[in-house]
């Protein structure tokens, strides 16, 4: 990738660490020793590669393309086109606040859904929330009315809503992102460890930084999502250095959310964070993130210097607008299409998830 960025497009592999590390500048060799020992010592021992098994189901003759041709000798020879396994069936999806777009968690929500109707054929309905979200129970009854029989709910704020109409409509099923409260027999919980895949960018944050102090925005506290984001960034950079200086803000606090879809006061929190001396940044502010992205770079360009940002969600290097990009250090992954190709493709297969499902490391949920 262009600029000294870090990207899951650059990758190099360290001895004893089972991961592999992005490696989007050069680190000294002390570093790498410093960083394998570490790891080692701690026992990290995660895998990488999310393995699924998909077994195409028989078609019947009701969903066949036939195609007839004719053979050199006159006679006609048929061949038979295979349906793909979820042709017919309804998956409705309900985005959050910021809806496609926001270049982060609704956009990774999106990109499983893409997936899913590519591999296995289904139909789909979307809805977004409204400014305010006061539309969501109103968006998940709508598509269950119309017939929907996955519904697919991007965000814990969804889970209220998802109990009432997942009881009224006990013949659909229902997955909510990030929310595994509900316990009905026809709703899955898709929960993720980010506190794994921060604590690795927050080893290289502390890898990074000259100044020997970072930063970290949250987008709402209070309801105890995002303080896993924090603690394991900070558990991240302090196994690198344990006297490393970490500045933490959050936009707003819960019950209200505005804290996700507002670049301007990220902007003006990174600023603040740049002046007293952080040099790089981690975001996990959903859509406000783009306002630390510009204040890294307009930062940099009006004091002659270089500070980083980090993304989240998805490997935001790729959408964000390309002036910004090279202040992109890496991006944290939380792979929410991941867990909504998995619960699409469960349903497919006859075996729809129902009650927590944790998407960590391991099956390649979370990663950088």
Not at 50 to 73: K, Q, R
Not at 162 to 167: E, P
Not at 308 to 334: F, H, P, R
């Amino acid at each position: 990738m262009a600029g000294q960025g870090l990207s899951y497009h650059n990758r190099t592999t360290i001895p004893g660490f089972p991961h592999t590390f992005v490696m989007g500048f050069k680190y000294t060799t002390n570093e790498r020793v410093r960083m394998r020992s570490i790891l080692k010592k701690r026992g990290a021992l995660f895998a990488l590669l999310l393995v699924v098994a998909l077994v195409a189901a028989a078609c019947s003759s009701s969903s066949e393309e036939t195609t007839t041709t004719a053979a050199s000798g006159g006679d006609e020879t048929t061949t038979t086109a295979a349906a793909l396994p979820g042709e017919g069936m309804k998956v409705g999806m309900a985005f959050d606040i910021g809806g496609r777009g926001d270049q982060s968690f609704n956009d990774s929500a999106a990109a499983g859904l893409e997936k899913a109707i590519e591999d296995f054929g289904i139909d789909t309905k979307e809805l977004e929330a409204d400014a305010g979200g006061e539309n969501r129970e109103e968006n998940l009854r709508l598509l269950a009315e119309d017939g929907s029989e996955l519904i697919l709910a991007i965000g814990f704020a969804f889970a209220e809503g998802v109990t009432n109409v997942a009881t009224d409509f006990p013949d659909t099923y229902f997955a909510v992102v990030d929310d595994a409260s509900v316990d009905l027999p026809n709703v899955a919980g898709l929960v993720f460890a980010e506190h794994e895949g921060s604590a690795l960018v927050g080893a290289a944050a502390a890898l990074k930084t000259e100044t020997d102090t970072i930063g970290f925005i949250g987008g709402v506290s209070g309801f105890g999502l995002i303080e896993k984001f924090e603690a394991g960034y900070e558990f991240g950079a302090r196994q690198i250095n344990p006297d490393i200086n970490i500045l933490v803000t959050y936009l707003s606090a819960a019950p209200d959310f505005a804290g996700f879809n507002d670049p301007a006061k990220a902007n003006e929190s990174a600023l603040g964070m740049y002046d007293e001396g952080a040099d790089v940044i981690y975001h996990a502010a959903g859509g406000s993130g783009a306002g630390l992205f510009e204040a890294a770079k307009s930062y940099s360009e009006a004091n002659d210097t270089k500070v980083w940002a980090i993304g989240v969600d998805s490997d935001q290097y790729n959408t964000a607008d390309d002036a910004v990009k090279e202040y992109i250090l890496t991006s944290m992954l939380k792979r929410v299409d991941v867990s909504v190709y998995s619960a699409v493709s469960s349903f497919v297969n006859g075996k729809p998830l129902v009650g927590p499902q944790v998407f960590d490391l391991a099956v390649n949920g979370v990663g950088y």
